[in-house]
């Protein structure tokens, strides 16, 4: 631990961060698994709502500094793509 006191509040607001991040990156898998069992059903239209809500997570996650753009413009075009070949 530091000895500086503004490092000491640093170290603190770092964890409380973290543990933001943390969550958040764990709402957006659940969201992502949740688009990819509808996938799995077969179910489009299940499937279209999670792709929705997927792709809002993914856009939130680059606004909140999380992810970088290009990972999340990856990650959309794979799941739009398991959408259309539902078919």
């Known amino acids: 631990m530091a000895n500086i006191k503004q490092q000491k509040k ?3 607001t770092n964890n409380k961060k ?4 943390a969550s958040f990156n764990s709402s957006l898998k ?3 698994k949740a688009f990819e069992a509808a996938v799995e059903k077969g179910d489009k239209v299940e499937a279209t709502k999670a792709f929705s ?3 809002k997570k993914l856009d939130q ?3 909140k500094g999380i992810h970088h ?3 999340v413009a990856r990650q959309k075009s794979r799941l739009a793509k398991a ?3 539902i078919a």
């Open 61 to 63: 996650s680059v606004v």
């Open 53 to 55: 809500f997927a792709c």
């Open 30 to 32: 659940t969201a992502v």
């Open 83 to 85: 959408l259309n070949a």
């Open 69 to 71: 753009k290009n990972y």
């Open 18 to 21: 973290r543990l933001l991040n």
């Open 10 to 12: 640093r170290v603190i």
